[in-house]
């Protein structure tokens, strides 16, 4: 008898076992969903009247590299990108 009663605790408990892993299965992609929700409410378009400067410069960039004149290139492409609207 005490076999009989060892083999059902045991089935009982696999299936526990199969339902708590169910909900995790069912509730993990929601919790996740609902966390990415939250932690993205802060964030918001800028338009150029909410910056709170009007104006930004391009200090000295130096070329570490062994390609001249690099630093002259980046400056100008970066200064062209700022004036673009």
Do not use: V, W
């Amino acid at each position: 008898m005490k076999n009989k009663n060892d083999k059902n605790r045991l089935g009982k408990m696999n299936c526990k076992g199969k339902k708590n892993r169910f909900r995790l299965l069912l509730f993990t992609p929601h919790f996740l969903f609902l966390a990415f929700l939250l932690s993205s409410c802060g964030y918001k378009l800028q338009t150029k009247a909410d910056l709170p400067f009007e104006s930004i410069s391009i200090g000295r960039i130096d070329n570490k590299t062994h390609e001249p004149k690099l630093q002259d290139r980046l400056n100008k492409i970066l200064t062209e990108t700022f004036m673009e609207d």
